[in-house]
């Protein structure tokens, strides 16, 4: 099947928004409701192991807090918690505190003038995205994406399939005619479970220790002319970078169909 659409994860793939862009907004959201919280860079990193601000704030109050009484119901407390963490970070975002990762741009460029479809699987908060992409890329790269799934559309975050099947419905594609682009173990358990055979992995700073030995190519960055990305694992057959040109390989072999 030929490809059609690239998919692509937000946090960690499209920019490195973690560590000083959520982690910084929960730090400020709890200062905001008078509690001493405070998720250190090396904390963050195990507080990732659960996808969703909210779920991650959840984890953290049972695992590091369990005698802390939130004085309402939970869900209502974290919910709160998790509105102000988006307000700090929507507004650490338009003060352009976060960069697109260094090709994005491009690769996004050449998959649509020759009209690959763009999509867009998140666990992230939908007003996150947009705001990334108007803020970090141009206030015309949201309308650049036919389909961007994100947050609580879904019942069940990454690493459930869920968010990628619900881009794929969007799409109205099958799973052979996309390559997913991930960061994080998690992300790709997500997109291989949606049935997404071929996942680039660019891995980011929280995720270059995870296991991606089931992606079908792993690098550290997108790179572009005169910036080698570095293969981790797999094979990019000799490209300097990846471009549209290198995707279409990885996709042609892994679903062992002719490149054309
Ligand atoms: C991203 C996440 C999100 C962000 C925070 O994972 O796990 O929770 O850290 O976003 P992925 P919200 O890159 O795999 O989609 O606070 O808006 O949930
Ligand atoms: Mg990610």
Not at 11 to 24: F, I, K, N
Not at 105 to 118: F, K, P, Q, T, Y
Not at 214 to 229: K, M, N, Q, R, Y
Request: glycine share 8%; proline share 5%; net charge negative.
């Amino acid at each position: 099947m030929d490809l059609a659409a690239l998919i692509f994860d937000v946090d960690g793939t499209l920019a490195d928004t973690e560590r000083d862009g959520h982690r910084p907004a929960f730090n400020a959201a709890f200062a905001d409701a008078g509690l001493d919280w405070s998720w250190s860079v090396e904390l963050y990193g195990q507080l990732l192991e659960v996808t969703g601000g909210k779920e991650r704030i959840r984890y953290y109050m049972e695992r590091f807090r369990p005698d802390f009484e939130p004085g309402q119901d939970l869900a209502g407390f974290i919910a709160d918690l998790h509105r102000r963490k988006t307000e700090h970070y929507l507004r650490m975002l338009r003060a352009g505190a976060i960069p697109l990762r260094p090709g994005v741009l491009r690769l996004l460029r050449e998959a649509r003038d020759v009209g690959i479809r763009l999509a867009i699987a998140t666990t992230t908060t939908p007003g996150n995205v947009t705001a990334l992409l108007e803020c970090s890329g141009g206030p015309d790269l949201p309308s650049w994406f036919e389909v961007i799934a994100a947050g609580d559309i879904v019942p069940a975050k990454k690493p459930s399939p869920d968010i990628y099947q619900a881009a794929l419905d969007q799409l109205g594609l099958p799973a052979d005619a996309c390559v997913a682009v991930e960061d994080s173990a998690n992300g790709l358990r997500s997109a291989l479970a949606a049935d997404i055979r071929t996942v680039l992995v660019v891995v980011s700073s929280y995720t270059q220790r995870e296991d991606f030995s089931s992606a079908t190519l792993v690098v550290d960055e997108f790179g572009g002319p005169g910036a080698p990305a570095h293969v981790l694992h797999g094979t990019m057959d000799g490209a300097d970078y990846v471009d549209l040109a290198a995707l279409r390989a990885l996709h042609s072999r892994a679903c062992g169909t002719a490149i054309r």
